[in-house]
Structures are given as structure tokens and as C-alpha cells.
């Protein structure tokens, strides 16, 4: 009874600590969310998070919110005192000093940690180092949420590029836009809310040139323009939103210069992605205050069909009526070059970009899916149906031969967001899908 009273304790106090870490969402990227929470005869006498890239960090910050309330009341120590901290103290000297020292020098006796750090300066050595000095280290509690919250910091640590989330929103018969191309809006108030809010922890957003020429979107976050705006403010510690990094795929560019991203690159950063020699062109958007950036080239194949006019003479049919004859010209591959993703993601990865939400159209969702830079799908479902033959769905291109090469998904996760539904997951990385 007493390990799983002390098991509820040290899950209500590693809550605490989540809570607080994801107060540093875009601002300590692309450094991991971290909270930590000190506590003395089940009274919390220390809180912290990691505020801001290059900061003090959660450990050291709870240290000194405890040295803070000190002040106040002098019967107040932290010997003995056990820490909750939603990620394993560092043990190396990077911007700041290691956490380690500040546990070991303040004399706290039990430290919790939720889960270990894939950082390979770490990777367990501060447990280790805790551990040789007498200090009781407990892993694990909480751990799949502390995993969950700092998923984008442990992809891009381990594999040196940005997370790629793939996102859309759809119709229940699985439409982009309704057959005349208008598509505003498929969901409700609350899962457009939650997409700026998507927007704040990606350090990067992503379209085609298609989008832009189509919408002339401005890809910035707008949480304020939401109700409930206050209450994100306070739980997200928000003093001033983020706008993420526009990065637009443009083969040959075609990015107008009167379109929203480029007249505002100069106060939003914006990255074009081409594979164009127009150098007079690339020095006109870098004029405009836009990053172009050249990639390699990759070769592209789509199918398409074209109608020909087969026949020029009149003929007539069974009731004499006059009709010229058509007929659907064979489908034909077409080749063109355009912009390698995979050479894009890993140069924006070394660029310290920890994470990109991709909210391209069909054609660019496709490309993105074939070349393997997805790393997440998240799919709104609202409750329409628009139907069309010629209505987009989320997923253009060419698509798989047979329903075994389907891109498939895993950890799944459901979520009512308003009417609307929030289906997503980790996208199966293998050979075809």
C-alpha cells in the first residue's frame, strides 16, 4: 500500500512538472521541454521550467524559485528534498552548467525523473553520476507523456532533421475543397484553433507553390484571432506569439512578388526551396527580404490525360442531330525536375530547424510521402460531405499500385476537437510504406 501510495504521490507531482514544461513551447526549441518540481514533507517548496533557448535550465530554475521563497521564510530547506523532473539532468557543460552539480550541491536526496535523455552527451550519465554520490534516482514515471510532449526534441536529436508532420483536413467522404476549389471551411472554430496552436510548436511551416498561387496563404499564427486565446496565453507562458518559418516549394519560381509570403518576408523569415538558374529572379526575392535556397534535382513522373479532337468531319447520329467525335487520348507519363525533399529537409536540419508542419495540397502531400520525409500524418475529419468526382482529396500523385503498398500508420491517437475529429499517428517507415 505504501509503494503505490508514494507511486500516486510521484505521478501528481511529475503532472506538475509536465504542465509547467510545456510553458517553454516555442522558445527554449530546439532544446527539449523540460519542468521540474522540488518537494519537502509533501509541500512543494521549488518550481521551474526551461524558459527560453540558452537559459537556466528547469533544475537550476526550481533551485532558485526555492531559494526565492526562502527569502521569506527561513525555515524552509531543501535537504533531503525530492525532485521531479520531466527529463534526465544534464551532466555536461553546454550554455549553462550541468544540473547534476545543482542536485549534488543543494543536497536533495531522491531524484525522479520521467524519462531519459537521447541527447548522447547524456544518455544516462547524469543518473549515473546522481547515483555515485548516494542520491536515490527512480525512471520511468510518466514517462510515455513526458516521450509524447518532447517529441519533436527526441527526433531531431537522434536523427539530425526536423520532425515532418503532414497535416490536413478533409471531409468525411475524404474531400481537400469541394469541385469548384473552395474549401473554407471544412472544420470548426476549435481545430482551426488547434492548427495555430500547431503552428506555435513547429518551428516551421511548409506548402507548394500551388497553395500560395491558389490561396495566397500568409502562414503565420494567429492564435488571438481565437476565442480562448486568454487561457493558451497562461498555460503557454505566450509573451508575444512566434510566427514559424515559411519554407515554400518552388521548382521554377512562381512565388508571386505581391503574394502575402513574400511582401512580409522581411518580419516573418521565409525560405524558397528551388531547383531554378534565374539568378536575376533569386536576387529579386532575396531583395524582398526571402532566403532562396537551391536544392538538387529530382526526377518527377505524373500520369495525366489529355482529350483530342479526332475528327473534324461532321457526322450525324440516329436522330440527325450534328456531332463532331472526341476521344480520351491514351494516359501518358510526363517527366519534369523539381525540388529533392529529402535534400530540403536535411539542409534546414542543419540549419537548426527542429520540426516542419506540412500543409501542402495534394500533389506536394504525395511527393512528400514518396520520398520518405513524413514522419506524422495528423488528418481533421469534419462532419461534411461534399462528393464531386473532380473534388481533391489530401493525397494526390500518382498513389500506391496495390492496397499492400499503402503508407501505413502506427500509434494512433483520436481526439473530439469541437465537431470535428483529429485522427493521427507515426507513419511506418519501411520500403514502400
Request: glycine residues 8%; proline residues 3%; charged residues 30%.
Amino acid at each position: 500500500m505504501q509503494e503505490i501510495d508514494r507511486l500516486e504521490k510521484d505521478q501528481h507531482y511529475m503532472k506538475i512538472a509536465l504542465d509547467l514544461a510545456k510553458r517553454g513551447i516555442a522558445r527554449v526549441s530546439p532544446n527539449p521541454l523540460v519542468g521540474a518540481v522540488i518537494v519537502k514533507d509533501d509541500q512543494i517548496i521549488g518550481k521551474g521550467y526551461h524558459e527560453k533557448y540558452g537559459g537556466l535550465h528547469a533544475e537550476r530554475n526550481a533551485i532558485k524559485d526555492y531559494k526565492n521563497r526562502a527569502i521569506n521564510d527561513p525555515n524552509l530547506t531543501i535537504e533531503g528534498a525530492t525532485m521531479y523532473v520531466t527529463l534526465e539532468p544534464c551532466c555536461h557543460y553546454g550554455k549553462t552548467p550541468p544540473c547534476t552539480e545543482a542536485i549534488i550541491e543543494n543536497k536533495i536526496k531522491r531524484v525522479v525523473v520521467a524519462s531519459l535523455d537521447p541527447n548522447p552527451l547524456v544518455a544516462g550519465k547524469g543518473v549515473k553520476i546522481l547515483e555515485e554520490v548516494g542520491i536515490e534516482v527512480d525512471i520511468g514515471v510518466l514517462k510515455d507523456e513526458a516521450d509524447r510532449q518532447n517529441r519533436i526534441f527526441r527526433h531531431y536529436i537522434i536523427n539530425k532533421r526536423p520532425l515532418v508532420t503532414m497535416k490536413y483536413a478533409m471531409t468525411m467522404d475524404g474531400k481537400l475543397a469541394t469541385h469548384t476549389g473552395k474549401s473554407k471551411w471544412i472544420t470548426g472554430h476549435d481545430a482551426r484553433r488547434r492548427v495555430h496552436l500547431d503552428r506555435l510548436r513547429n518551428m516551421a511551416i511548409m506548402v507548394g507553390v500551388g497553395t500560395v498561387l491558389a490561396d495566397d496563404p500568409s502562414l503565420n499564427c494567429r492564435l488571438e484571432d481565437f476565442d480562448g486565446f486568454d487561457k493558451i496565453k497562461k498555460d503557454y507562458s505566450i509573451e508575444g506569439l512566434r510566427n514559424p518559418i515559411r519554407v515554400v516549394v518552388d521548382s521554377s519560381l512562381r512565388t508571386p512578388f505581391n503574394s502575402k509570403i513574400v511582401t512580409s518576408a522581411k518580419d516573418i523569415k521565409t525560405i524558397i526551396f528551388t531547383i531554378s538558374e534565374d539568378m536575376e529572379k533569386i536576387r529579386a526575392y532575396e531583395d524582398r527580404d526571402c532566403i532562396v535556397i537551391k536544392t538538387k534535382k529530382k526526377l518527377y513522373r505524373s500520369i495525366g490525360k489529355k482529350q483530342v479532337q479526332i475528327g473534324q468531319e461532321i457526322q450525324m447520329d440516329q436522330d440527325g442531330h450534328k456531332y463532331q467525335e472526341y476521344q480520351v487520348y491514351q494516359e501518358r507519363q510526363g517527366e519534369r525536375f523539381v525540388v529533392d525533399l529529402e535534400d530540403l529537409v536535411e539542409i534546414l536540419g542543419q540549419m537548426g530547424i527542429d520540426s516542419i508542419l506540412l500543409e501542402g495540397g495534394s500533389q506536394l502531400n504525395f511527393s512528400a510521402l514518396e520520398s520518405g520525409i513524413v514522419d506524422r500524418v495528423q488528418a481533421y475529419i469534419g462532419p461534411k460531405i461534399f462528393g464531386g468526382e473532380k473534388a481533391k482529396s489530401p493525397i494526390g500523385g500518382i498513389g500506391v499500385d496495390l492496397p499492400e503498398d499503402a503508407y501505413m500508420l502506427e500509434n494512433i491517437e483520436f481526439d473530439s476537437v469541437g465537431k470535428d475529429i483529429l485522427l493521427e499517428g507515426d507513419l511506418v517507415k519501411c520500403s514502400q510504406g
